[in-house]
């Protein structure tokens, strides 16, 4: 099924009328019309997006994971999306004195905390262990399950196409 659409720039804290904004609705656009017959002309068209700084890069990584998650048949589709796109933005300097901003690097660190947030909200809270919200919490359970899954997918294709390790620093 398909998800309610956030207003373009929803999320942006700039609004959607920045250049932010605008780089968030250019690329969920090109998402969109996302599949494995087009996916090279896709990933042409996103690597030529004007990435202006680390946030911009990281913006990109998100939208890509979230249409991934949200799409799960379509996950190796988005990894070689990903792959495609692994030189096409440049390297940013690095924050806080650290290593550059990379687009591995940001991809990395995208998934850690999509996992990391996966794992935190598995736990159920005092409300769900409640017998009137059995039915609703089985839903929750589903969607974070079917969340789960689609996510060790996703992982795994980047895996694959050695855009992850299988080190793991934790």
Same mark, same amino acid.
């Given at each position: 099924?398909? !998800?309610?659409? /956030?207003?373009?720039?929803?999320?942006?804290?700039?609004?959607?009328?920045?250049?932010?904004?605008?780089?968030?609705?250019?690329?969920?656009?090109?998402?969109?019309?996302?599949? &494995?017959?087009?996916?090279?002309?896709?990933?042409?068209?996103?690597?030529?997006?004007?990435?202006?700084?680390? /946030?911009?890069?990281?913006?990109?990584?998100?939208?890509?994971?979230?249409?991934?998650?949200?799409?799960?048949?379509?996950?190796?589709?988005?990894?070689?999306?990903?792959?495609?796109?692994?030189?096409?933005?440049?390297?940013? &300097?690095?924050?806080?004195?650290?290593?550059?901003?990379?687009?591995?690097?940001?991809?990395?660190?995208?998934?850690?905390?999509?996992?990391?947030? !996966?794992?935190?909200?598995? /736990?159920?809270?005092?409300?769900?262990?409640?017998?009137?919200?059995?039915?609703?919490?089985?839903?929750? *359970?589903?969607? *974070?399950?079917?969340?789960?899954?689609?996510?060790?997918?996703?992982?795994?294709?980047?895996?694959?196409?050695? !855009?992850?390790?299988?080190?793991?620093?934790?």
């Amino acid at each position: 099924g398909a !998800l309610p659409r /956030q207003p373009s720039g929803a999320l942006s804290p700039q609004g959607p009328s920045s250049p932010h904004g605008a780089l968030r609705r250019t690329v969920q656009g090109l998402l969109n019309k996302a599949c &494995p017959e087009n996916v090279a002309a896709v990933a042409e068209k996103i690597g030529a997006v004007r990435v202006a700084d680390a /946030q911009d890069l990281g913006t990109v990584i998100e939208l890509i994971m979230q249409k991934a998650l949200a799409e799960p048949h379509y996950c190796e589709t988005y990894a070689d999306l990903v792959f495609a796109l692994k030189f096409a933005f440049p390297e940013f &300097p690095p924050r806080d004195g650290g290593r550059p901003v990379t687009f591995k690097s940001a991809l990395l660190n995208a998934c850690q905390g999509e996992f990391e947030s !996966l794992v935190a909200n598995l /736990q159920p809270g005092e409300a769900e262990s409640e017998p009137r919200f059995a039915e609703d919490e089985a839903l929750r *359970r589903k969607l *974070r399950k079917d969340r789960v899954l689609a996510n060790m997918k996703f992982i795994g294709h980047l895996f694959l196409r050695q !855009l992850l390790s299988g080190k793991v620093d934790g």
